[in-house]
């Protein structure tokens, strides 16, 4: 296995670039402590959590797809798409088991399409996703939904409800739902021969498909399963506000997941970081909205905030990890 | 008998060569994206009558315009090998500060203009300064701006909003731009187009426009030759910003709107328009008219789709599958071109030999072999590099060329010294002296030069008259081979072929077809104008003792012709040997009045069968690795002599293929044949039994030099 | 099974029944003196309609009553979805123009973003419509809510539930759709006027969720944990405020923290939350009644053009209904699905 080592450089920049990050968010976390009446009470530190449960979700799947050298920009689309499916079929009287099985197929689709599109057409990552995304919105928009909003009717007060809702000995079922996937994520990515292919292949794909890794196939597994978890954190934001809007798939939302993934030292060009990047990221862009909401700042002020953050953690990984005329790739974009 | 006449005359009248021809020139790269243009007009002009009509598209015209501007500033930043996704916030920023400016404030129309623009090149050059100075990664750090613009818009507008709607100033200006129009075209698409012919004459015609293709094209030899890499790509970005504001600045001309959605996902129209046009990802390829195309096909593609009325979702269903669509063909189409050319490009055609002449050694036949070339000396054993021709001066010093593109000298009278007399490039082929001394020489890749006495190398010609109907650009010399000079001074060179390289000369006997010509320089004019053309590899050139006409070779033709250039018989052509056992390269005058003829190499049955067969031939050429091709015998060859009746009078062979097998030229001076080949590492030295002493070539062309 | 096969038969029902009424009225419908004219002025004229997007129960409604009346009198319709975005509008509202039909209806995502494209339409003598958003230019009609109205209305409300007499705290979230949209530009300022004459009511919180639901929720859950005491939420849009309520629920605080709503009346959103209890207050603008208004404006602008169109703008304000759960009686609101296959 160590010859899948993740890079030739030394380990102590990646922590470096994390330790960076997480003294910010022990900085911010212990500022809005001190400023802010009711920041540091349990109640909020979960509700802090719990608001960014979905984006953590939906990041851990970005992660493993920007491990891979790749970006998956449909994954908000697929989400919304997906699960207000599986809510219209519920609605329309279908059991629940087999509307969530039949909208899990659907997520699954459309991620394999992305993964035949990147791996076998060799269209580039950001470019297969994006379209993927406009298409997939659209199709199911046109072919399944009768509406932009989707309730959650049937099955609202069963198990189906506590995905998004419930509670396990006072913490949120979302934030423990987070912290399987964040599990079973670092187990798959470090203890599983595809997740150490998938770290070849973003450390350097050629030389990964030279000795004999099945990048094609690893590729396709990829954005499937990014599908996959990404309905699994549509299951739970439409169980947590009984609906499903659609329209998420034409918002920003996928940019503040690329936020959370890249802040916590996940590089967008591949092989680079970890499971707890992302745990990084989402925590401390959790204590940023968090804190900004308490503090009453406009929406838009916020996502400045935000980006200007993202702005100073590349910066910073540029500095830390410079770019080389020499050795980087063309075409990298 | 039948089917063999249906072959030649099919292969006589079809062009196969024109298909490979046609996919090897520059502009095939727009056909794609012009062929998806008419294909959408095609598609959206039948679900919507009335599309295709000029009020149809009159009504795009005004939004053309705008998207023009973006998607030209999205095609700059991608063709240095960026991406700009912050075009559409950038757009917005433009259209409401124009609205705020004028509209709240009065300013003068120009003034607003000016700071719209100044504003959206700040936004570029934020951009810039990260992706090009800080060498951070395009797409999230554009992405980010993008987030940032659109943050504070989306709170200018909050802020202004109701101000900013009613307007407290008029303007001829300001009303000129939004409403007027040229001959039914609006200012906004009017100015675009100017833009974009700029944008043009920018990135073909001047340095800063190449440093940006260059930049793009690879990024690490641009740096390593010491191109202002990342003051290039920061350029591109601000103009990508500028240009982005100014579509903004139209658009407020246009709809006087300040809404928060403006150019919401505009970075994404704006992108599939470039990449639509044939732009590529990654850089390095793509033009001001991709991008031009690829806009008018995304507007049509769009504008059809909301008129079609299509249910919620189809639209947008719609447009991702084009995108797709498009994209997959664009990248198959760059991964596949060169492979596809190379299969294409190679189109063998119809040549049917006569049975070669006997060479069986100890037959009657005149080409019999023999062993007379084993006893020749070596000059410059493993020292050369590719002799094809050798000259001897008055002074007897041996000249000859080599592959590094030098032309070198072995000094008389032994010829173990050597020098290199002169550089040129290229390959130097054949060679001769003119009537001053200067050394004339064919270059191929290069041309026609000439090396005075005093070593000084000057260009003769490297062009002639273009043909009429040639897609490939046929005026420029691909693979001058050999010359001869007549007594008036004209040079006559021969061109072996029009449709490949030096480095792949062989190539063009799987095509056997008259490919060559022989061109003609006339010192006095400079000029060039083809003589004769269509020849199967035009090859070595000798003028007759008649000072009217000259023998020409034919390699794949495995024959000699005579063609008077001048005199009574001026224009005629006569074929001299019309079947040679082998495939004929230079001529040379020999001192008792006949001529010199190498043989590069022997004719086989098996080859000689192939040229009778193109579809096998194109079936080897598509199908099978190049090295393992059917390729013409060119390890062994003979020097034969023939008379001006075309009869042979002698045979020279190395029987046993030691010491001088593989011949392209001899050239017999003062009772000596020194012979080349092309691919040799050497030069042999024969002693002609019998010759004449004295006699040397430059003398038998102008006579004895004191 | 059985309610398909009724489906189904009603379906058929109703084709037989305006089977009927067209052959009546086409074949010896005696002439009154004015109906066959009328009927005559709509026939093949051409009606256009560019809503935000379709596909929610606002311009489903207007579209239901406009298809009905394009069936019954043979005017063609034409509806040109932009989904949302606003150049798409734009795009399709200029290529209109250009087609010249006779009456086009907008429905301006923005106050300012068709302005311009209005005042062009008039300009090429094509009477304009303006549906429930108003524009800077609203051409020849406006058919919608008063928006600083409803926020009186709605803040009024709220002064009620959370007032110095009510025992509450007093501090009240705003959370807004699209700033841009009149519902923010005219209501923040009726909400700011009423508060004025009563200090005891206080916001705490003023954001905006861009009509999304998910949005409203994170920001609604922050909220709560940061105002424990929080009294109500003013919501801009049903549509919306349901990720409001869901927040209030999950905090267990339904009930206690009271959600003031508004918009069409549509039963699944409007009078099904009130009863659950997720609304509190609901301020229905009708789009039922609305579609009916906007039938009889197209019908009237196709039967007497305007002979120079966008100089008089009629103004049909909607009626407002308050609705909570001591009114909520049968037929406070309307089902989208019966007003698809019935008509408004």
């Excluded at chain 2, 433009?94 to 709240?104: K, Q, Y």
């Excluded at chain 2, 613009?149 to 909050?158: C, E, F, N, P, Y």
């Excluded at chain 2, 002693?687 to 004895?704: K, N």
């Amino acid at each position: 296995m160590s010859l899948f080592a993740a890079s030739g450089k030394p380990a102590w920049r990646y922590v470096q670039q994390e330790n960076i990050v997480i003294a910010i968010t022990a900085i911010v976390f212990l500022g809005f402590s001190v400023t802010l009446n009711n920041f540091l009470t349990t109640s909020n530190v979960l509700s802090l959590i719990q608001n960014v449960a979905i984006l953590g979700i939906l990041g851990l799947a970005m992660a493993q797809a920007i491990i891979g050298r790749g970006i998956d920009l449909s994954i908000v689309a697929n989400m919304a798409v997906s699960v207000a499916a599986t809510l219209q079929l519920a609605n329309g009287g279908m059991p629940i088991a087999l509307a969530i099985a039949l909208g899990l197929a659907l997520a699954l689709v459309i991620g394999l399409i992305n993964g035949m599109l990147i791996a076998y057409v060799e269209i580039p990552a950001i470019f297969a996703t994006l379209a993927m995304g406009t298409a997939a919105y659209g199709f199911v928009r046109a072919a399944l939904l009768n509406d932009n909003l989707i309730y959650l009717k049937a099955g609202g007060d069963g198990w189906f409800k506590w995905i998004g809702s419930g509670q396990i000995v006072g913490i949120p079922s979302s934030v423990v739902l987070f912290g399987i996937v964040a599990a079973l994520m670092h187990v798959f990515l470090h203890h599983s021969l595809p997740g150490r292919f998938i770290y070849a292949m973003g450390d350097n794909p050629l030389a990964a498909r030279t000795t004999g890794v099945p990048v094609r196939p690893t590729i396709v597994l990829q954005y499937v399963l990014s599908a996959g978890v990404a309905f699994l954190a549509g299951i739970v934001m439409a169980t947590s506000v009984d609906s499903m809007e659609t329209r998420i798939a034409r918002s920003n939302l996928v940019y503040d997941v690329i936020l959370v993934v890249v802040i916590g030292g996940i590089g967008l060009s591949g092989g680079k970081g970890k499971i707890r990047s992302v745990l990084v990221g989402t925590l401390l862009i959790g204590t940023l909205l968090n804190g900004m909401t308490i503090m009453d700042v406009q929406y838009t002020l916020q996502s400045i905030i935000k980006s200007l953050i993202l702005l100073v953690a590349i910066i910073v990984d540029s500095l830390v990890n410079p770019r080389d005329e020499q050795t980087s790739q063309q075409g990298d974009i | 008998m039948l089917s063999e006449f249906l072959t030649r005359w099919r292969y006589r009248l079809v062009p196969d060569h024109v298909l490979g021809e046609i996919l090897s020139k520059t502009w095939i790269d727009n056909a794609i994206p012009f062929a998806i243009l008419l294909l959408t007009l095609a598609v959206f002009g039948t679900l919507i009558p009335g599309l295709v009509t000029l009020t149809g598209f009159a009504a795009l015209y005004a939004e053309l315009g705008e998207l023009i501007f973006v998607v030209l500033g999205m095609s700059l930043v991608m063709l240095a090998g960026g991406i700009d996704l912050s075009v559409g916030s950038v757009f917005a920023l433009a259209n409401f500060l124009t609205l705020l400016l004028f509209n709240m404030l009065g300013w003068p129309i120009p003034v607003v203009i000016a700071l719209a623009l100044l504003c959206g090149g700040l936004v570029g050059l934020v951009n810039g300064f990260l992706v090009g100075y800080l060498r951070l990664r395009a797409f999230l750090t554009t992405l980010v701006t993008l987030i940032i613009v659109r943050s504070i818009v989306d709170m200018l507008i909050l802020a202004y909003a109701v101000k900013v709607a009613n307007p407290v100033a008029t303007s001829p200006i300001w009303d000129f731009i939004s409403f007027d129009t040229f001959h039914g075209l609006p200012v906004a698409l009017i100015v675009a187009l100017v833009v974009a012919a700029a944008a043009h004459l920018f990135l073909t015609r001047l340095r800063p426009g190449w440093r940006i293709l260059a930049v793009g094209g690879s990024r690490r030899s641009a740096y390593n030759a010491g191109l202002p890499v990342r003051r290039t790509i920061a350029t591109t970005y601000v103009m990508s910003g500028v240009l982005a504001a100014a579509g903004g600045v139209f658009y407020a001309a246009r709809l006087n709107a300040a809404g928060s959605d403006t150019g919401v996902g505009l970075e994404v129209l704006a992108l599939t328009a470039a990449v639509l046009g044939g732009n590529s990802l990654g850089g390095g390829r793509g033009s001001v008219a991709k991008a031009l195309l690829g806009a008018i096909t995304v507007l049509i593609v769009s504008s059809s789709l909301i008129r079609l009325s299509l249910p919620t979702g189809a639209t947008s269903f719609a447009l991702g599958v084009v995108l797709l669509a498009a994209v997959a063909i664009d990248v198959r189409w760059v991964k596949n071109r060169s492979k596809l050319l190379s299969r294409v490009y190679v189109s063998p055609t119809y040549l049917k030999l006569p049975p070669a002449p006997s060479t069986e050694a100890g037959s009657a036949s005149l080409y019999a072999v023999n062993d007379r070339l084993h006893e020749v000396e070596l000059i410059g054993l493993g020292e050369l590099d590719g002799p094809e021709d050798t000259i001897l001066d008055a002074a007897d010093h041996l000249y000859t060329g080599s592959r590094h593109g030098d032309v070198v000298r072995f000094i008389a009278p032994d010829y173990r010294r050597q020098e290199i007399f002169a550089h040129i490039g290229g390959h130097p082929l054949g060679m001769a002296f003119d009537s001053e001394g200067n050394l004339i020489v064919c270059v191929a890749g290069m041309g026609l030069y000439k090396i005075a006495p005093d070593r000084v190398v000057s260009k003769l010609s490297d062009q002639t008259n273009r043909s009429l109907l040639s897609v490939i650009d046929d005026s420029r010399m691909r693979l001058a081979d050999d010359l001869d000079i007549a007594p008036d001074g004209r040079i006559f060179f021969s061109e072996a072929t029009i449709r490949f390289d030096m480095s792949e000369w062989m190539v063009d006997a799987l095509e056997a077809r008259g490919n060559g010509r022989i061109i003609c320089y006339d010192p006095r004019d400079r000029s060039s104008r083809t003589v004769i053309s269509k020849l199967l590899f035009a090859n070595g050139i000798c003028m007759a003792n008649d000072g009217e006409s000259f023998f020409f070779a034919e390699t794949w033709g495995c024959r000699i012709s005579r063609y008077w250039f001048t005199g009574g018989k001026a224009g005629r052509r006569e074929i001299v040997i019309e079947n040679l056992p082998g495939y004929p390269d230079n001529i040379n005058r020999a001192s008792d009045g006949n001529y010199w003829l190498a043989l590069v190499g022997m004719r086989t049955p098996a080859f000689d069968l192939g040229l009778a067969m193109p579809n096998f031939r194109r079936r080897m050429a598509q199908r099978i690795a190049s090295d393992e091709w059917l390729f013409p015998n060119m390890n062994t060859g003979c020097v034969v002599k023939f008379n001006e009746a075309g009869v042979i009078v002698d045979c020279l062979w190395d029987g046993r293929g030691i010491n001088h097998p593989m011949i392209t030229s001899m050239r017999e001076h003062k009772g000596y044949l020194y012979l080349g080949g092309v691919s040799n590492n050497r030069i042999g030295r024969y002693r002609i039994p019998g010759a004449d002493p004295d006699w040397t070539g430059v003398g038998s062309y102008w006579g004895a030099r004191t | 099974m059985k309610s398909t096969l009724k489906k189904l038969g009603f379906a058929l029902l109703l084709a037989a029944a305006t089977a009927s009424f067209a052959s009546f009225a086409t074949a010896d419908e005696p002439d009154d003196g004015l109906v066959k004219g009328a009927n005559a002025a709509l026939k093949g004229k051409k009606v256009a309609f560019v809503p935000i997007a379709m596909g929610f129960d606002l311009t489903e409604a207007w579209a239901a009553g406009l298809k009905q009346d394009a069936a019954l009198y043979g005017y063609e319709l034409t509806i040109r979805d932009p989904n949302w975005s606003v150049d798409a509008g734009a795009q399709a509202i200029t290529q209109l123009i250009a087609e010249k039909p006779d009456v086009l209806v907008i429905h301006p995502p923005e106050i300012q973003a068709y302005t311009r494209l209005v005042q062009r339409a008039n300009a090429a003598g094509i009477p304009v419509v303006t549906m429930n958003l108003k524009s800077g230019a609203n051409g020849d009609a406006f058919i919608g809510a008063d928006w600083y109205d409803i926020a009186v209305k709605q803040t009024n409300a709220v002064v009620k539930l959370c007032g110095k007499d009510s025992g509450k705290s007093g501090k009240i979230a705003v959370m807004q759709g699209v700033l841009t949209n009149p519902t923010s530009q005219y209501g923040i300022q009726a909400i700011q006027d009423v508060l004025k004459n009563h200090p005891d009511v206080q916001i705490v919180s003023n954001q905006a969720a861009d009509w999304d639901a998910s949005k409203a929720h994170a920001i609604a859950t922050t909220v709560l944990k940061a105002n424990p005491d929080l009294c109500a939420f003013i919501g801009m849009w049903d549509n919306m405020d349901v990720g409001v309520a869901a927040a209030i629920k999950e905090a267990g605080k339904t009930g206690q923290v009271y959600v003031v709503s508004s918009g069409g009346g549509n039963q699944a959103s409007a009078c099904d939350n009130i009863a659950s209890g997720a609304f509190t207050t609901y301020i229905s603008y009708d789009a039922k009644g609305q579609a009916r208004d906007l039938m009889m404006t197209v019908r009237s602008l196709l039967e007497v053009k305007p002979e120079s169109a966008g100089v008089h703008t009629e103004a049909l304000y909607t009626p407002l209904k308050t609705i909570t759960k001591d009114t909520l009686y049968t037929g406070a609101c309307w089902s989208l699905p019966d007003v698809q296959k019935y008509g408004p």
